[in-house]
């Protein structure tokens, strides 16, 4: 199973630095057994989409509508807008969007569904708050997230979770390698478990990956890839961290 690295561009680039910044990673050194995704804004996807890029090159969206078919939904994107467009993956449930749209895991899981009949894969972001690691409560809090966000029978290489501790996401603070070592542990477990085709599930790591701490991240057993923020908006850190995956 390949590595996944992904590039979440959250709310950045214009349409010419967005362009730009595809085509230079592109053009750089990326070993044939690393997946890359690009995830822009929704208006810039079909801007950097390309035919001709390799096999190992995908794109994806940062969210989809709750709502599945399309319909009167002002402002929403639909899941199957995201594949029209030429997207293999969309990340949902990123903690941006739990906070700043109260997005619940209730409505994730319907966001998977939706996103799954659409043929998209889905990269679902879990990981606790600073006060809940504080307070010790990261593993009950990331099961929860897992089991009421991922509905049954979702699994596979369809299926990609990222743990992203919150307070390690654009803070510069990396989680330790033992804390992430622990965390994929209890999540794969969790996928062994309760979870469709599990040896076919991946395992992100997300929040301050750079170039420094990438290599160190993604040996670690159960890390099958990196979402970087950041990052993944400097064409020489994003393939730095790509190379560190292979
Ligand atoms: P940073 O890499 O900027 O910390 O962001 C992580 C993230 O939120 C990726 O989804």
Not at 23 to 44: L, M, Q, S, T
Not at 70 to 95: F, P, Q, R
Not at 158 to 168: D, F, S, T
């Amino acid at each position: 199973m390949n590595k996944l690295i992904a590039g979440n561009w959250k709310m950045n680039c214009d349409r010419v630095s967005a362009q730009v910044l595809v085509a230079d990673v592109v053009k750089g050194d990326i070993p044939g057994n690393v997946d890359v995704c690009f995830c822009p804004p929704f208006v810039y996807i079909s801007d950097v989409v390309g035919d001709d890029f390799p096999k190992n090159i995908f794109f994806g969206g940062q969210d989809c509508s709750y709502y599945g078919e399309n319909g009167a939904y002002t402002g929403d994107v639909s899941a199957s807008m995201l594949k029209d467009l030429g997207c293999e993956y969309v990340i949902l449930g990123h903690s941006e969007r739990r906070q700043y749209h109260v997005e619940s895991n209730n409505i994730i899981s319907k966001k998977v569904e939706h996103a799954i009949k659409a043929g998209l894969k889905v990269i679902v972001c879990v990981g606790e708050t600073e006060k809940e690691r504080q307070e010790g409560l990261q593993n009950p809090v990331v099961i929860m997230q897992l089991k009421e966000s991922i509905p049954e029978g979702v699994g596979g290489e369809n299926l990609v979770i990222a743990y992203e501790p919150v307070w390690a996401i654009g803070t510069g603070k990396t989680a330790t390698a033992q804390d992430v070592q622990e965390m994929h542990g209890v999540i794969r477990r969790y996928v062994q478990e309760k979870l469709d085709k599990p040896d076919l599930v991946r395992i992100l790591y997300g929040g301050s990956v750079k170039p420094e701490n990438a290599a160190e991240l993604l040996q670690i057993e159960n890390v099958d890839g990196a979402l970087v923020g950041g990052a993944s908006l400097k064409v020489d850190q994003f393939l730095a961290i790509i190379a560190a995956a292979k």
